[in-house]
């Protein structure tokens, strides 16, 4: 009877794939948000260099759920531009086999005053190994949108310590009258995907981002719902004997071929 139990115990364990996991970090007292208290005329990234406050516990309520109950800054300018800004940091440390980081922002920004056209709130993500911060994209104007960034590990997001950051500035021009804007932010999170042995197993949606130095040979027929993104941490190969994607993609810095059999293309 025995031999029988250990039998079937092999035949699950074959079965079971090899996913990653994913975790989605909020803003808390374990990660962080920040904000600046003091304007500045200073309206670049090096405005992120600021001494920064910690966001007290009203305003962590505010931004680790989404329920319309939103954390706000407002800058406003009497003469020129002036800028402040806000940023969180989520801590993704202890976490081995990163392959996506996912940041997400849900908010919107208004203006008042006469320079309301000119002034704007903008999204950074911090790129660690430049050391720069990098352009994201403009908050949505007076209604809330959900903003997602998708980045393969490869593209420097992560910290050696963990730390995953991205931040907003606001920045108010006056025209002809006394301008304000108000970035206004429901929800801010990172998550992330880890602890795949390789990354040749699909999760079975959305985008799949496939590393070439796994040199994966993806033997069946698979369809990805999103978008497949190939990057390469060293040199190697992908090869796919029936994919169906969107889109498939290179963000390859080493060298790295493509095998394809049969490739189909969805809407
Ligand atoms: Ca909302
Ligand atoms: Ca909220």
């Known amino acids: 009877m025995k031999k029988y139990l250990v039998f079937i115990v092999f035949l699950l ?15 808390n007292v374990t990660n962080y948000a920040k904000q600046n208290t003091t304007a ?16 007290t516990d ?11 109950s939103r954390y706000s800054q407002t800058v406003s300018s009497t003469s ?14 202890g976490y081995t086999g990163i ?12 203006t008042t005053g006469g320079g309301g056209d000119l002034s704007w709130a903008e999204l950074y993500w911090y790129n660690v190994t430049s050391g720069a911060w990098q352009d994201w994209t403009t908050t949505n104007y007076d ?3 959900t903003i997602t960034k998708s980045l393969p590990a490869s593209t420097n997001i992560i910290a050696t310590n963990g730390a995953i950051q991205f931040g907003l500035i606001l920045n ?29 197993t699909y999760s079975g949606s959305g985008n799949w981002n496939i590393d070439c130095k796994d040199n994966c040979d993806i033997s ?48």
């Open 220 to 267: 069946s027929a698979t369809t990805v719902t999103g978008n497949i993104t190939i990057y390469s941490t060293g040199t190697g190969s992908v090869k796919f004997s029936s994919i169906t994607a969107k889109r498939i993609s290179m963000n390859a810095t080493n060298s790295c071929i493509v095998y394809y059999t049969n490739r189909k293309v969805i809407a």
């Open 40 to 55: 500045t005329t200073d309206c670049t990234v090096a405005i992120f260099n600021s001494v920064l406050n910690n966001f």
């Open 80 to 93: 020129g531009a002036k800028c402040n800004f806000y940023t969180f940091m989520f801590n993704a440390s």
């Open 99 to 110: 392959t996506e980081v996912n940041i997400t922002h849900e908010g919107y920004y208004i």
């Open 58 to 68: 009203a305003n962590y309520n505010t931004v680790n759920v989404s329920d319309n």
């Open 13 to 27: 364990l074959l079965a079971i794939p090899i996913n990653a996991t994913v975790v989605i970090f909020l803003p």
């Open 143 to 145: 209604s809330e949108t």
């Open 172 to 200: 108010a021009i006056r025209m002809v009258s006394t301008t304000s804007v108000t970035s206004y932010t429901d929800l801010a999170t990172a998550k992330i995907t880890y602890g795949a042995t390789n990354t040749c």
